[in-house]
């Protein structure tokens, strides 16, 4: 599972992918979500002021944790799709979503 971390910047490494974009202070893109790190680029972000960046990282999870996840992720669903019908396009809307939260499952 990918999760979101905020490392200070002196503790990041080339090759981490950022989770958020970065901001200037007037509010324009620095660096685009999921940019990967180079040394350039982490003493430019220095240079500028910036003190930390939220990473992207991968988190093993223990079974029994993530399985507990899944069946909590499904019953929410069984509860906001009960009245929705049982045609085509609900049911490929509940497998979208099933899918989608069960990837991201934090």
Same mark, same amino acid.
């Given at each position: 599972?990918?999760? !979101?971390k !905020?490392?200070a910047? %002196?503790?990041v490494?080339p090759?981490?992918?950022?989770?958020?974009? #970065?901001?200037?202070?007037?509010?324009?893109?620095l660096l685009?979500?999921?940019?990967?790190? !180079?040394?350039?680029?982490?003493?430019?972000?220095?240079?500028?002021g910036?003190?930390?960046?939220?990473?992207e990282?991968?988190?093993?999870?223990?079974?029994?944790?993530?399985?507990a996840?899944?069946? %909590?992720?499904?019953?929410?669903?069984?509860?906001l799709?009960?009245?929705a019908?049982?045609?085509?396009?609900?049911?490929?809307?509940?497998?979208a #979503?099933?899918?989608?939260r069960?990837?991201?499952?934090?």
């Open positions: 599972m990918i999760v !979101t !905020t490392v910047i %002196a503790d490494e090759g981490m992918r950022l989770a958020v974009a #970065v901001l200037d202070d007037g509010g324009h893109v685009p979500a999921a940019a990967a790190l !180079t040394d350039g680029i982490l003493q430019s972000l220095e240079r500028r910036v003190s930390q960046l939220q990473i990282s991968q988190e093993t999870l223990d079974p029994a944790v993530l399985a996840r899944r069946e %909590a992720i499904e019953q929410q669903l069984a509860r799709f009960r009245k019908g049982e045609g085509a396009e609900t049911m490929a809307l509940h497998q #979503v099933l899918a989608f069960l990837d991201h499952c934090a």
